[in-house]
């Protein structure tokens, strides 16, 4: 799959890559569920006259797409690209956060292809994401510095942020 193509996982559910910055070229993943929603004009019409109106080729509904989840892999923060805006809306957003600390700056993370933290922290009005998952630790933080970090994020993401440590 490709930027920007769409895949079907099924009567509700599309997957959608979109652009990442990463060292070599990356893409991440969002999945979408696709409902059928009255449109404001019908509501509150009788079911046999909204029956009626479907029978007669009228269009008696608007597709809406919903960003579920969305999953980053390995990138530098992507939250300046306006064609990754539902990433951002995404109720649960899996994204890497390989550094912590002022140990490593943030342009060392972004020479890398990396998150630094601390740009979290600075771009947090921009997440409108319900749950915040944050994966991809480098290898220099154990576990409690991991949960440490999180402990001291600003509130309005302490309490959506969680870190993902098994299996990474």
Known sequence: MWIGEEFSMGKNVLVKPFKTYHVIPSQGYLIYVVKQKLKAEYVGLPGDEIKK???????????????EVAFTGDTMVFIVDESNLDVLRAKVLIMEATFLDQSVSI???RSFGHVHLSEVVALADHFHNKAIVLIHFSARYGQEE????????????????SALTEGF
């Open 53 to 67: 109106l479907k029978f007669s080729g009228i269009v008696i509904t608007d597709v809406i797409r919903s960003p």
């Open 107 to 109: 342009e060392h993370a």
């Open 146 to 161: 991991i949960l440490s970090a999180i402990k001291n994020l600003p509130e309005s993401l302490q309490s959506r942020v």
